[in-house]
Nanobody, 127 residues
Framework: QLQLIDSGGGLVQTGGSLRLSCAASGHTFDYYAMGWFRQNPGKEREFVAA????????AYTDSVKGRFTISRDSAKQTVYLQMNGLKPEDTAVYYCAAADTGGIPITPIRRAQYAYWGQGTQVTVSS
């Protein structure tokens, strides 16, 4: 069983930056592709970014391309989401997630592909 702990959220002004972290424990981190999703009340949880188990491949939703960067540190069993140029529409609860891709270096983008989830961290961008 893999446990994920999200952190790093907060309140920031438009144009500011935050770095989210997701620490994994309980199982070998290297076997999993990792992703970040976000959700607002009454809305579906949406894909933000993903990184393959090897770290070689990444994927982003169009609205964050060029502003957000996902990365992973196997030694620390941690995945990061560096968020620059934040906008009010980025406000949401952000969740990290892990997907067992069977060793294939893919970047899952669908919520159903992820079996493990963090508890979420709130990001609020003020205008």
């Amino acid at each position: 069983q893999l446990q994920l702990i999200d952190s790093g959220g907060g309140l920031v002004q438009t144009g500011g930056s935050l770095r989210l972290s997701c620490a994994a424990s309980g199982h070998t981190f290297d076997y999993y592709a990792m992703g970040w999703f976000r959700q607002n009340p009454g809305k579906e949880r949406e894909f933000v970014a993903a990184v393959s188990w090897s770290g070689a491949s990444t994927a982003y939703t169009d609205s964050v391309k060029g502003r957000f960067t996902i990365s992973r540190d196997s030694a620390k069993q941690t995945v990061y989401l560096q968020m620059n140029g934040l906008k009010p529409e980025d406000t949401a609860v952000y969740y990290c997630a892990a997907a067992d891709t069977g060793g294939i270096p893919i970047t899952p983008i669908r919520r159903a592909q992820y079996a493990y989830w963090g508890q979420g961290t709130q990001v609020t961008v003020s205008s």
